[in-house]
């Protein structure tokens, strides 16, 4: 069974500091897909980035960069010089896909990082 | 593009009532997925549809059902509302396996 667990409910920082959300799956399968979104106060979720299990080159936009490191089943993401307009739940997701019966999509959500950044 | 509309946006309901949630996904996007949210629990993932058929199931009790058109436009439903059900109700449409989600709004459902 596939698993995402974000250990950290709430962080919060000052403006300006960097931060550091972690995100840690569990899948069986070799090919999957890892995502993050952000969830703003307004409630609705924005896409920020998506891996495949082949794929684990880091990826920079921006202030965001994100870490996949299949060795230890991690998928961090740093935001760097925060700013308040950052302050929103992240969730980290998993995606295995099952090929029996024409396909389908399992899409597994972490309980997500609240990050509060303080002016 | 226009994105995921979801409507109504908000819903209030008396237990035992049912409901119905509409989904209109991004234009050439054939996955539908729902999910529940609730501050207890986090997203949890309801089911998704692709070309009118329902590929997978979360474990929800059988009062909550789904359905997808040819124009890939979704319904929800949920029947013998429970105090419980209040929640967000997120549709999300993509391309298909392994492609990123699209979430709409969401309609935030209250049973009293």
């Known amino acids: 069974a596939q698993k995402v667990t974000q250990a950290q409910t709430e962080i919060s920082v000052v403006e300006k500091e960097d931060v550091t959300l972690d995100c840690v799956y569990e899948t069986r399968d070799t090919t999957y897909y890892l995502f993050w979104y952000k969830q703003p106060p307004s409630g609705e979720l924005v896409f920020l980035i998506r891996r495949n299990s082949f794929d684990e080159q880091n990826e920079i936009s921006g202030r965001y960069s994100w870490n996949f490191q299949k060795s230890t089943s991690s998928f961090n993401f740093t935001i760097t010089a925060s700013q308040v307009v950052d302050s929103a739940v992240y969730f980290c997701a998993l995606s295995e896909a099952g090929f029996g019966s024409g396909g389908y999509q399992k899409v597994t959500f972490g309980t997500g990082t609240k990050l509060q950044v303080i002016p | 593009k226009a994105g995921v509309t979801q409507t109504p946006r908000y819903l209030i309901k008396t237990r035992g009532q049912q409901v119905t949630l509409s989904c209109s996904p991004i234009s050439g996007h054939r996955s539908v997925s729902w999910y529940q949210q609730t501050p207890g629990q986090g997203l949890q993932f309801l089911f998704e549809?692709?070309?009118?058929?329902?590929?997978n199931k979360g474990n929800f009790p059988g009062r909550f059902s789904g359905r997808q058109f040819s124009n890939s436009r979704s319904e929800m439903n949920v029947s013998t509302l429970e105090l419980g059900d209040s929640a967000l109700y997120l549709c999300a449409s993509s391309l298909g396996v392994g492609n990123e989600q699209f979430f709409g709004p969401g309609t935030r459902l209250t049973v009293l």
């Open positions: 549809y692709f070309s009118e058929t329902q590929r």
